[in-house]
């Protein structure tokens, strides 16, 4: 028996939020006494995979059949929900990223176990299984309690302190082929911002609404966020106007995120924007109306013109950086 | 071409959230009921695509007979007949198993679903819905094109975007973007009173999770107002006190 944990990979290298999972899944692995293994697909070097023993793996798993060189939630979670059944995985564990919000609840029902998802906090084992999770857009938390034999679970990533140990661990070749009818989607074209940080991941997002006047003002909203490793998001009306893409829009209708540190600049504050931010750790706002209601839920405040703080601000973080 | 829209129930997200005494479920007093904006831009695009090339929408949702006002919106708005499969969702499992049944009865192209609702948030059903139906998936789509019997999909990933084809039966679930939903009109709303709505007796599934219990967040304490002219001040404070830079 195991915990099971799904790693993924961009360019190679491993995520930092499936270091997270990996160090979740080895604390809740000491738990229930059984050892942490790792599943990995696609193609990714040994070396890189050997690394996830230092969070607590003492196996990883390699499906690297050509077939599975491109992501499918299909034939990914055929692979995973194979190796959780090679392995007898009493628990799956992944990183809720866009891809595994796919292929995770297919998991589940080829398992047969009951799904929990965007869990922010280490499980209950005490008596039974229980887990925690955000619910109604921010507004309150469910506690939900596991029945099924196996159960997956996907975390929010930033929800669980990442810790690294010492230690290699061993790589095993797993020949798992999806089925010619697992294999239907085909990815005709990949359009990706390389050298952006992914926003449901990031530690700090620094984001800018309807108070920027404008898109070329946006210049300075990413120096501030450069200065600090931040990703870029932005409110609904923003993406809307065309000012940033779609990709960037937090809240209700956009991404959700739970970063260490979100700055939002020039951004009222509307319950549909905070739905989706309003988990994050530190929030910081910057508004020229002391009355914005984004000043009620945050932790920092500065009231004044963005367009005059924000240059200031970046100049500051730079001081900073340069003396740490 | 027959699409199938899953469509939830949800509080509108500016209405306050209570829960019961025991704190087990939603205190739907006073609360306004809204269609689970996703699935109202999923709804509007399974009506464009219909339009252009012919052909039936259904709508579908897992909910006790209070959920009728938002299946009749649905209708309002265009779809030509509904389900209901009267019962109180119990865990995604639940509800995809009952979705995934009516489409077997019924043979749909495509199912078209929100990415998420917006009370759970899970972004569960579509993918479950489709693993219990052996059929491909594409979710959070900014684009869906049909052509035959091949969809093109625009999905998002993590720093980008992917440009997907996958052959139908299919399952999309969409996100912001797919379609800009529309307003019933006088005429939409006159004629969903009299537009078929299936009332279905749901199947029985072991009960594999449960919510047993809500509770709200803690407040944040009052927000610190740094001086305008002193940002290093801010940067100390995120450094020093919220640990976070
Ligand atoms: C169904 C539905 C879903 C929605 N989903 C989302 C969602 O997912 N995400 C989202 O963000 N919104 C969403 N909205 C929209 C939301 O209700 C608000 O309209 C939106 O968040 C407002 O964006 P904003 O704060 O950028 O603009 P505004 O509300 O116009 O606020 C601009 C702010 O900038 C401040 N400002 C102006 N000039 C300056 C300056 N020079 N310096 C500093 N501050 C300045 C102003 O005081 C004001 O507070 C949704 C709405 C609906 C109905
Ligand atoms: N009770 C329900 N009845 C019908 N469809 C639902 C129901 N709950 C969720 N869905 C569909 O599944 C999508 C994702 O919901 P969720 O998995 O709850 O985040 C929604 O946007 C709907 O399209």
Not at chain 1, 41 to 64: D, F, M, P, Q, R
Not at chain 1, 112 to 132: L, Y
Request: glycine share 8%.
């Amino acid at each position: 028996m195991s915990v099971l944990v799904y790693v993924e990979h961009s360019e190679g290298k491993i995520k930092k939020s499936s270091f997270e999972a990996t160090t979740y899944g080895k604390d809740l692995s000491v738990m229930l006494n059984l050892p942490c293994v790792a599943v990995a697909i696609g193609n990714i070097s040994a070396e890189e995979l050997k690394l996830l023993g230092a969070y607590g793996a003492s196996k990883v798993v390699h499906c690297n059949s050509p077939e599975l060189s491109s992501f499918s939630a299909q034939s990914y979670a055929g692979a995973v929900a194979s190796v959780a059944a090679e392995e007898k995985a009493k628990v799956v564990l992944l990183s809720a990223s866009f891809s595994v919000k796919g292929m995770a609840p297919r998991v589940a029902v080829k398992l047969q176990a009951g799904f929990a998802d965007g869990v922010i906090s280490m499980a209950d084992v005490s008596s039974g299984f229980k887990v925690r999770k955000g619910a109604f857009s921010g507004k309150a938390f469910a506690n939900i309690s596991m029945y099924s034999d196996i159960k997956v679970i996907t975390i929010s990533p930033n929800s669980y302190k990442i810790l690294k140990g010492e230690g290699s661990a061993e790589v095993v070749i797993n020949s798992y082929k999806p089925g010619a009818e697992e294999n239907k989607v085909k990815v005709k074209e990949t359009i990706r911002a390389t050298d952006k940080i992914s926003l449901p991941e990031a530690e700090i997002v620094v984001s800018a609404g309807r108070g920027m006047k404008g898109p070329e003002n946006w210049g300075m909203i990413e120096d501030l966020a450069a200065s600090l490793g931040a990703a870029l998001a932005c409110s609904k009306p923003v993406a809307d106007a065309g000012w940033r893409p779609h990709s960037e829009h937090v809240g209700q209708t956009g991404v959700t995120i739970s970063p260490n540190l979100y700055i939002a600049i020039g951004i009222s504050g509307a319950i549909q924007h905070l739905a989706g931010v309003s988990s994050s750790k530190t929030i910081v706002v910057i508004n020229k109306d002391p009355e914005a209601p984004f000043f009620k839920a945050a932790d920092f405040g500065i009231v004044g013109d963005a367009l005059e703080i924000v240059p200031k601000l970046t100049d500051a973080v730079k001081r900073f950086k340069a003396a740490h | 071409m027959k699409i199938l829209v899953c469509i939830s129930s949800v509080p509108d997200t500016t209405t306050k959230i209570n829960f019961t005494p025991d704190n087990k479920s939603l205190l739907t007093q006073g609360v306004q009921f809204i269609i689970n904006p996703y699935d109202e831009i999923a709804l509007t695009r399974a009506l464009e695509l219909t339009e252009k090339e012919g052909g039936k929408v259904t709508v579908i949702t897992v909910g006790d007979h209070s959920t009728e006002p938002v299946i009749r919106k649905a209708l309002a708005v265009g779809a030509n007949d509904a389900i209901r499969v009267d019962a109180v969702p119990r865990d995604a499992f639940f509800t995809a198993s009952q979705i995934a049944k009516a489409a077997t009865e019924n043979n749909y192209d495509l199912i078209l679903c929100g990415h998420e609702s917006i009370d759970y948030n899970g972004a569960r059903i579509p993918s479950m819905v489709a693993e219990m139906l052996r059929i491909p998936s594409v979710t959070i789509c900014k684009k869906l094109t049909i052509e035959g019997k091949v969809l093109t999909a625009e999905r998002e990933i993590e720093g980008g975007k992917e440009v997907v084809e996958c052959p139908l039966p299919a399952v999309v679930s969409a996100s912001e973007g797919m379609a800009a939903p529309r307003i019933p009109n006088m005429r939409g709303i006159m004629s969903a009173r009299t537009k078929p709505l299936a009332v279905t007796q749901a199947v029985d599934v072991p009960k594999l999770s449960e919510v047993i219990g809500y509770d709200k967040p803690q407040p944040r304490s009052t927000v610190q107002l740094i001086p305008a002219d002193q940002p290093e001040k801010l940067i100390e404070l995120l450094h020093t006190q919220a640990r976070v830079i």
